[in-house]
């Protein structure tokens, strides 16, 4: 079924046109851009002067105002209302994720300041993983969506809980993150904990705020934040992920958690009002809008101007991201029902899939377009991911092998123990590595993740390899040599006195007693 205004072979055609001989499912990692964003800014560029925004020339001032009308258009691409939400332009979704992080660590900077408490999901990239780092007031792994929903409702062990601590062992201020969709395995996660948690009568979460990771849901699904009161306080993204291009990033600011991120001790170019250097150490922010304060030095002011392009063709390509939701949904049950069906000439499943229980293919509310698997052969051994990638590779078939940033889903998919996986890495395993299984376990996985352009080809091509590459089949029956065949076949190249001792041997083996056998 065809869900965008032309049908996407024809859209590839004109507007992917390096994509023929390639088989591209790595869309988690980044999208790919469309010909034509290129060309739209390309000629953007050669036909206006842009100058650094912190200046009053023409020049200037016309990046200042595509900037700002860039701004509202993300946020409205986003169903965020500028009323309720502020966009700070970052590098990527980890320098949001690292900003909200930095500035937490700096609210609670000071004499009898006990710094943040950190809650996060077990299914966290790693860039979510390493705020607890700078968490000083203690943080905690929530290991399962269960675990976070008791949390939520107060509940531990099925009980109310009573004391502070279990909720928020700072007492005061604390951030909670999660993915809204995994890098893994494409599984989507509940959308409606920030409203739970702001809704809780549980007052140690009272100061708790949600930090949501939105980089790979974004991707293929719409991010709708137009109910301010049930959205996530910080929302983090990668505008790579959706158009291709720019490679630029974002934080979405619920303006009423806003006041947490200003008593960041840092400042940069262009966020303050006033420095004085001599005499006193003093200085005064600019106070105009929250993203003044924390766009530190000059924006990449040429990216954002791209994603004026971007939104266009994005636009005019796909129509809207509810499209290529359905889209990549249908692309994704067709090739999990594809992968699934394979059986080796045994009956053994040639793929081992990390699906979570409360996915289903098919489901956009709680799965994506990502599969992540691992092979096994007849006798239920396994394929290393290294030798899956090469040879997708020579097929020329773009795919993603390992542990994808995803520590703790990683270790839970494959059952690795921290003990198991401190071993690994005495034993040489290192990220991007070959060592592919250690002591009968995976140490990755495979994941393919489809997008936009994909097509029902791709779903073809890569089950299709699959099956022509890893299925074994029956091995043909050897014919033996039978008495028929003695006297026939070997008449002439045997004597006679030869052929007679073969008959008897033949005659003797046959009447051999069964339990001589």
């Not at 979570?356 to 007849?378: C, E, L, V, W």
Request: net charge positive; with cysteine.
């Amino acid at each position: 079924m065809e869900y965008y205004p032309q049908s996407v072979n024809e859209i590839r055609s004109r507007e992917y046109p390096l994509l023929n001989g390639i088989t591209y499912l790595d869309h988690a990692g980044t999208t790919l851009y469309p010909r034509s964003l290129i060309y739209d800014f390309s000629k953007d560029l050669v036909s206006s002067v842009f100058g650094n925004p912190h200046s009053a020339s023409p020049s200037s001032e016309l990046s200042t105002e595509r900037i700002e009308r860039v701004r509202l258009r993300v946020l409205q691409f986003f169903k965020a209302n500028p009323e309720d939400f502020d966009i700070v332009f970052v590098a990527n979704a980890t320098a949001a994720i690292r900003l909200v992080a930095s500035a937490f660590q700096d609210y609670g900077y000071g004499p009898n300041q006990s710094g943040f408490w950190y809650g996060y999901h077990n299914d966290a990239h790693t860039s979510l993983v390493g705020v607890r780092r700078l968490a000083s007031a203690d943080s905690r792994c929530f290991e399962s969506d269960t675990e976070v929903e008791d949390w939520l409702a107060g509940r531990k062990d099925k009980e109310l809980i009573t004391d502070q601590s279990e909720s928020n062992p700072s007492g005061k201020y604390g951030l909670f993150a999660y993915p809204a969709q995994s890098n893994l395995n494409g599984r989507r996660l509940p959308l409606d904990w920030p409203n739970q948690l702001r809704k809780s009568l549980n007052p140690a979460l009272k100061s708790i705020y949600t930090l949501l990771d939105a980089a790979a849901y974004v991707c293929t699904a719409q991010l709708d934040l137009s109910d301010a009161q049930s959205a996530p306080d910080f929302t983090a993204l990668s505008f790579y992920k959706i158009f291709g291009f720019p490679d630029i990033g974002a934080l979405i600011v619920r303006k009423a958690a806003g006041h947490m991120l200003q008593r960041r001790r840092y400042f940069g170019g262009g966020t303050v009002a006033m420095v004085i250097n001599q005499h006193d150490q003093w200085r005064a922010m600019k106070d105009h809008n929250l993203h003044e304060q924390l766009e530190d030095g000059t924006l990449p002011f040429h990216s954002i101007i791209a994603l004026d392009s971007a939104l266009n063709n994005h636009e005019r390509l796909y129509d809207s991201m509810n499209n290529i939701s359905r889209h990549t949904k249908d692309l994704s049950l067709a090739l999990y029902n594809s992968l699934s069906s394979l059986r080796h000439c045994n009956g053994q499943a040639v793929c081992e899939f990390y699906k979570s229980s409360r996915s289903k293919y098919g489901d956009s509310a709680t799965q994506g377009p990502t599969i992540a698997f691992n092979i096994r052969t007849s006798q239920g051994g396994w394929i290393g991911k290294s030798q899956v990638e090469k040879m997708a590779i020579a097929r020329g078939i773009h795919l993603r092998t390992g542990g994808v940033c995803n520590p703790g889903g990683i270790a839970s998919s494959l059952n690795l123990t921290a003990a198991e996986l401190r071993r690994n890495y005495t034993e040489g395993m290192r990220c991007g590595d070959d060592l592919d299984v250690l002591y009968g376990k995976p140490t990755g996985v495979v994941r393919v993740s489809l997008g936009a352009m994909s097509s029902w080809k791709d779903v073809k091509v890569f089950s299709d390899f699959v099956k022509e590459t890893f299925v074994e089949k029956p091995r043909p029956l050897v014919a033996t040599p039978t008495l028929v065949t003695l006297r026939e076949g070997s008449r002439r190249r045997f004597p006679p006195a030869a052929l007679k001792k073969l008959r008897a041997l033949f005659t003797a083996r046959m009447l051999r007693p069964l339990k001589d056998v």
